[in-house]
C-alpha cells in the first residue's frame, strides 16, 4: 500500500524488521535517542538528514560553525534507505542473474537451470544497506559536533526552527528535506494499492505479474531489474517513448534491451481506473489495450517536493506544492536567511547533485559567497543494462540551436573492446560549439556509460576541448577509446579542402 504518514514511511523501509533492519535502525533512528538542548543560537540549521543535508552539516561543522541537524523520518534519506542504494544492489543482483542465464549461448558457459531466490537478493540489499548506513548514523553525526534532533521540524519565525517543541534559533538555515513518489490521482488506485519506492524495497517475495507506472529512469531500471527476476513486467508510459528526457536514440536502444529481457512497453498509455479482487490488480486503459492484470503495481511517475509540514509561511518563505522551494541563482529563498538545496528546490534531483549543491551552499549562507547553481555542470546516468548517461545540453537544445553545434557520433561496434565482450548496441555522442572544440554536452549509451560520461564532465569543467582529450593515450582495448575516436572524427573534419591542397604543396616539395 502507498505510504502516507512520516510513522508509515518509516515502517515501510524497515520492513521487514529483521536483524539488517534493526542495525539500520539503530543508527539512522535510533529508538532511544534523545535530542539535545540548545544553547544559544546556531550558526546554521539543516532542515532534512538526507545527501544535501548530511553534507551540510558535515561541512560546516568541520568550519567551526554551531549547526543543528534535523531529520523527521530516517536519516539518509532516499539515497540510502530507499533509492539509490538499495535499488543499486537489485539492479548488480539482476545483471548478475543476467549473466549467469545468457552465458550458455553468449561464450558457451554452462547452461543454467533451477529456482532462484528472490528473498536472498532481498536479504543481501538490506544487509548492504545496514552496513553503509553507519556513514549516515545519528552517533557519527554527535561526533562530529553536531547537534542532531529527530523529529518534525516546522518554522515559527523567520529565525526559528520548532522540534517538537524545542525552538532552535539560527543564523542561518538550509531547507534539505527532499522529495517524496508522487501518486496521480488515478480513480481506485489508492484503494487497490501500489508501490512507490519507499516500499518496494521492502517486498520479500517476487509478484509474478509487475505493472510499472512511468517509463522514466527510475521505472526502467527496476523493470528490467524484476524481468530478470523472473516477472512478467509491464511498462506503462504516457509519453510518446520511454526516458523521454533523454537522447530519443539511445532511448531507442534501452528500451529494446528491456524488450529483449521480457519487458513489455506500452507508450500512449492512458490509465482509465485500478480495481482489485482476490485475483490481482486490473488496470483498464483507454485506446486498443482494454486492460492489462497485475500483482503488484508500481509507480515510478514523478516526485513531489516535501515542503507541506514545514509552515514556510512562519518564515516568509516562497514556495509551490509542486515545483517546490523557490530560489535564486544562489540557493537564497525569499527570506535571505533561509536556503534551499536539493529535490526540495531542484529539477536535477540526483544525489550527486543534491551534493554539489551542498558544498555550494556552505559558501553562500555562511561566508556571503556569490555561488551560482546554474555553474555546476550536472551530468546523470540510467542504470539499466546498456547504462544510459548524459551531460550537457540535452536533444532539444541541440534541435533549437542546430546552427551552432555540430555533433559527432561513434558506435559502440566501432571499439574493439565493445565487440569482444559482445556488447555493441549503443555510442558516444559528444556535441560541440560549431566551429571549435568546445564541449557543450554528450550522452552514451553503453556499457559502463555512467563512467565514461565522467571524463567528459570534467573536461568541461576544466575547460579542456575535445582536441586535448584526443591526445590522452587509453588502455587497448578499452571503451574509453571512444573519446579518443570522436576526437579523431572531429580532426578529420578540420581537414578542409584548402588544407588538403596546402598539406600536397608541402609533399610536393619533400618530393
Given at each position: 500500500?502507498?505510504?502516507?504518514?512520516?510513522?508509515?514511511h518509516?515502517?515501510?523501509?524497515?520492513?521487514?524488521?529483521?536483524?539488517?533492519?534493526?542495525?539500520?535502525?539503530?543508527?539512522?533512528?535510533p529508538?532511544?535517542?534523545?535530542?539535545?538542548?540548545?544553547?544559544?543560537?546556531?550558526?546554521?540549521?539543516?532542515?532534512?538528514?538526507?545527501?544535501?543535508?548530511?553534507?551540510?552539516?558535515?561541512?560546516?561543522?568541520?568550519?567551526?560553525?554551531?549547526?543543528?541537524?534535523?531529520?523527521?523520518?530516517?536519516?539518509?534519506?532516499?539515497?540510502?534507505?530507499?533509492?539509490?542504494?538499495?535499488?543499486?544492489?537489485?539492479?548488480?543482483?539482476?545483471?548478475?542473474?543476467?549473466?549467469?542465464?545468457?552465458?550458455?549461448?553468449?561464450?558457451?558457459?554452462?547452461?543454467?537451470?533451477?529456482?532462484?531466490?528472490?528473498?536472498?537478493?532481498?536479504?543481501?540489499?538490506?544487509?548492504?544497506?545496514?552496513?553503509?548506513?553507519?556513514?549516515?548514523?545519528?552517533?557519527?553525526?554527535?561526533?562530529?559536533?553536531?547537534?542532531?534532533y529527530?523529529?518534525?521540524?516546522?518554522?515559527?519565525?523567520?529565525?526559528?526552527?520548532?522540534?517538537?517543541?524545542?525552538?532552535?534559533?539560527?543564523?542561518?538555515?538550509?531547507?534539505?528535506?527532499?522529495?517524496?513518489?508522487?501518486v496521480?490521482?488515478?480513480?481506485?488506485?489508492?484503494?487497490?494499492?501500489?508501490?512507490?519506492?519507499?516500499?518496494?524495497?521492502?517486498?520479500t517475495?517476487?509478484?509474478?505479474?509487475?505493472?510499472?507506472?512511468?517509463?522514466?529512469?527510475?521505472?526502467?531500471?527496476?523493470?528490467?531489474?524484476?524481468?530478470?527476476?523472473?516477472?512478467?513486467?509491464?511498462?506503462?508510459?504516457?509519453?510518446?517513448?520511454?526516458?523521454?528526457?533523454?537522447?530519443?536514440?539511445?532511448?531507442?536502444?534501452?528500451?529494446?534491451?528491456?524488450?529483449?529481457?521480457?519487458?513489455?512497453?506500452?507508450?500512449?498509455?492512458?490509465?482509465?481506473?485500478?480495481?482489485?479482487?482476490?485475483?490481482?490488480?486490473?488496470?483498464?486503459?483507454?485506446g486498443?489495450?482494454?486492460?492489462?492484470?497485475?500483482?503488484?503495481?508500481?509507480?515510478?511517475?514523478?516526485?513531489?517536493?516535501?515542503?507541506?509540514?514545514?509552515?514556510?509561511?512562519?518564515?516568509?518563505?516562497?514556495?509551490?506544492?509542486?515545483?517546490?522551494?523557490?530560489?535564486d541563482?544562489?540557493?537564497?529563498?525569499?527570506?535571505?536567511?533561509?536556503?534551499?538545496?536539493?529535490?526540495?528546490?531542484?529539477?536535477?534531483?540526483?544525489?550527486?547533485?543534491?551534493d554539489?549543491?551542498?558544498?555550494m551552499?556552505?559558501?553562500?549562507?555562511?561566508?556571503?559567497?556569490?555561488?551560482?547553481?546554474?555553474?555546476?555542470?550536472?551530468?546523470?546516468?540510467?542504470?539499466?543494462?546498456?547504462?544510459?548517461?548524459?551531460?550537457?545540453?540535452?536533444?532539444?537544445?541541440?534541435?533549437?540551436r542546430?546552427?551552432e553545434?555540430?555533433?559527432?557520433?561513434?558506435?559502440?561496434?566501432?571499439?574493439?573492446?565493445?565487440?569482444?565482450?559482445?556488447?555493441?548496441?549503443?555510442?558516444?555522442?559528444?556535441?560541440?560549439?560549431?566551429?571549435?572544440?568546445?564541449?557543450?554536452?554528450?550522452?552514451?549509451?553503453?556499457?559502463?556509460?555512467?563512467?565514461?560520461?565522467?571524463?567528459?564532465?570534467?573536461?568541461?569543467?576544466?575547460?579542456?576541448?575535445?582536441?586535448?582529450?584526443?591526445?590522452?593515450?587509453?588502455?587497448?582495448?578499452?571503451?574509453?577509446?571512444?573519446?579518443?575516436?570522436?576526437?579523431?572524427?572531429?580532426?578529420?573534419?578540420?581537414?578542409?579542402?584548402?588544407?588538403r591542397?596546402?598539406?600536397?604543396?608541402?609533399?610536393?616539395?619533400?618530393?
Amino acid at each position: 500500500m502507498v505510504m502516507t504518514s512520516q510513522d508509515e514511511h518509516v515502517l515501510a523501509a524497515l520492513h521487514p524488521l529483521d536483524e539488517h533492519n534493526r542495525r539500520l535502525q539503530a543508527n539512522v533512528q535510533p529508538p532511544s535517542w534523545r535530542n539535545p538542548s540548545p544553547a544559544g543560537r546556531y550558526h546554521l540549521v539543516v532542515i532534512g538528514g538526507g545527501t544535501a543535508g548530511l553534507v551540510t552539516a558535515a561541512i560546516a561543522v568541520a568550519l567551526g560553525a554551531r549547526v543543528a541537524l534535523v531529520e523527521k523520518a530516517l536519516l539518509g534519506g532516499d539515497c540510502l534507505n530507499v533509492g539509490c542504494v538499495p535499488s543499486k544492489a537489485l539492479i548488480e543482483a539482476a545483471r548478475g542473474w543476467h549473466a549467469a542465464r545468457s552465458a550458455h549461448d553468449r561464450f558457451a558457459g554452462p547452461s543454467v537451470d533451477g529456482e532462484a531466490d528472490f528473498p536472498a537478493v532481498m536479504d543481501r540489499m538490506r544487509r548492504l544497506r545496514a552496513d553503509i548506513s553507519s556513514h549516515d548514523s545519528a552517533a557519527r553525526f554527535r561526533d562530529l559536533g553536531v547537534d542532531v534532533y529527530l523529529g518534525e521540524g516546522r518554522f515559527t519565525a523567520r529565525d526559528t526552527v520548532s522540534v517538537d517543541g524545542t525552538e532552535l534559533r539560527f543564523w542561518r538555515a538550509v531547507i534539505a528535506t527532499g522529495a517524496r513518489a508522487a501518486v496521480p490521482p488515478i480513480p481506485g488506485l489508492a484503494e487497490s494499492g501500489c508501490l512507490t519506492n519507499e516500499t518496494v524495497f521492502s517486498l520479500t517475495e517476487l509478484p509474478a505479474r509487475l505493472a510499472v507506472v512511468g517509463g522514466g529512469p527510475i521505472g526502467c531500471e527496476l523493470a528490467q531489474a524484476f524481468a530478470r527476476f523472473g516477472s512478467r513486467v509491464t511498462v506503462l508510459e504516457a509519453g510518446d517513448r520511454s526516458l523521454g528526457n533523454d537522447d530519443a536514440d539511445a532511448a531507442a536502444v534501452v528500451a529494446e534491451s528491456l524488450r529483449r529481457d521480457g519487458v513489455e512497453i506500452i507508450c500512449g498509455a492512458r490509465i482509465v481506473r485500478v480495481s482489485h479482487d482476490e485475483t490481482g490488480r486490473r488496470i483498464e486503459l483507454g485506446g486498443d489495450i482494454a486492460a492489462i492484470a497485475a500483482d503488484e503495481i508500481l509507480v515510478a511517475a514523478g516526485r513531489a517536493p516535501n515542503v507541506a509540514a514545514l509552515n514556510l509561511e512562519g518564515a516568509d518563505v516562497e514556495y509551490d506544492l509542486r515545483k517546490g522551494i523557490t530560489t535564486d541563482e544562489h540557493m537564497r529563498t525569499s527570506n535571505h536567511a533561509v536556503f534551499a538545496i536539493g529535490d526540495v528546490a531542484s529539477k536535477l534531483q540526483f544525489t550527486h547533485a543534491a551534493d554539489a549543491q551542498a558544498r555550494m551552499v556552505i559558501r553562500n549562507a555562511l561566508f556571503h559567497g556569490r555561488s551560482k547553481k546554474s555553474d555546476l555542470v550536472i551530468p546523470w546516468c540510467t542504470y539499466t543494462q546498456p547504462e544510459l548517461a548524459h551531460v550537457g545540453i540535452d536533444a532539444g537544445a541541440v534541435h533549437e540551436r542546430r546552427d551552432e553545434v555540430e555533433t559527432l557520433t561513434v558506435p559502440l561496434d566501432a571499439l574493439d573492446r565493445a565487440r569482444l565482450a559482445g556488447e555493441t548496441d549503443g555510442f558516444l555522442r559528444i556535441h560541440l560549439e560549431r566551429g571549435s572544440d568546445t564541449i557543450l554536452g554528450a550522452t552514451m549509451v553503453g556499457p559502463n556509460a555512467g563512467e565514461i560520461i565522467s571524463q567528459i564532465t570534467q573536461a568541461m569543467v576544466i575547460g579542456t576541448g575535445l582536441s586535448k582529450l584526443g591526445e590522452v593515450v587509453f588502455p587497448y582495448p578499452t571503451l574509453a577509446e571512444a573519446v579518443r575516436k570522436a576526437a579523431d572524427q572531429y580532426g578529420r573534419r578540420k581537414l578542409t579542402p584548402l588544407a588538403r591542397r596546402l598539406f600536397g604543396m608541402w609533399f610536393r616539395l619533400k618530393a
